[in-house]
């Protein structure tokens, strides 16, 4: 069995999406009152507007964060843990209940579908205190893979 060469595709912001889409296990990077990082693992998803979208509430660490600092980091991973991966940076906005519901269920077609009940889940959103929060992607790196370097798979 020949072994795995890491690999760095770079991509446009459409690719980037399209990549993202369908993967929804991430790391969300925010950044201390101290400069510190501060990581999240959740679920994200993409907003019809490109944005990537988290569900959370008002009193996490990570929105907390966002609000003060909305320069942040996610880390996009495959279901398959040796699957690629890609890091976005970009700018997080913190939309609170009332405004968050009606992103919140946009949040939830695009990763679930549709819902049985869209009153019973607004009544959920609006009783939890939910929040959401957009991710405007800015930079991102090449979507990767893990492996060997080519150097030692070539030089056999």
Not at 3 to 23: C, G, H, Q
Not at 84 to 95: N, S
């Amino acid at each position: 069995m020949a072994p795995n060469i890491a690999t760095n595709t770079r991509v446009s912001l459409d690719e980037l999406l399209d990549f993202v889409r369908p993967r929804h296990h991430a790391i969300l990077l925010t950044r201390r009152s101290d400069g510190g990082p501060q990581g999240s693992p959740l679920t994200c998803g993409v907003d019809d507007s490109g944005r990537i979208v988290v569900s959370t509430y008002p009193e996490r660490a990570k929105t907390r964060n966002a609000k003060r600092d909305p320069r942040v980091s996610l880390l996009v991973l495959s279901d398959d843990w040796n699957g690629p991966w890609v890091q976005i940076d970009g700018t997080a906005e913190v939309v609170d209940t009332p405004d968050s519901v009606e992103p919140l269920v946009e949040y939830y077609r695009n990763i679930a579908g549709e819902h049985p009940d869209w009153d019973e889940y607004r009544a959920a959103m609006l009783k939890q205190g939910k929040s959401i929060i957009r991710i405007t992607p800015e930079r991102w790196g090449p979507v990767a893979t893990g492996g060997f370097p080519a150097r030692l798979v070539e030089g056999g």
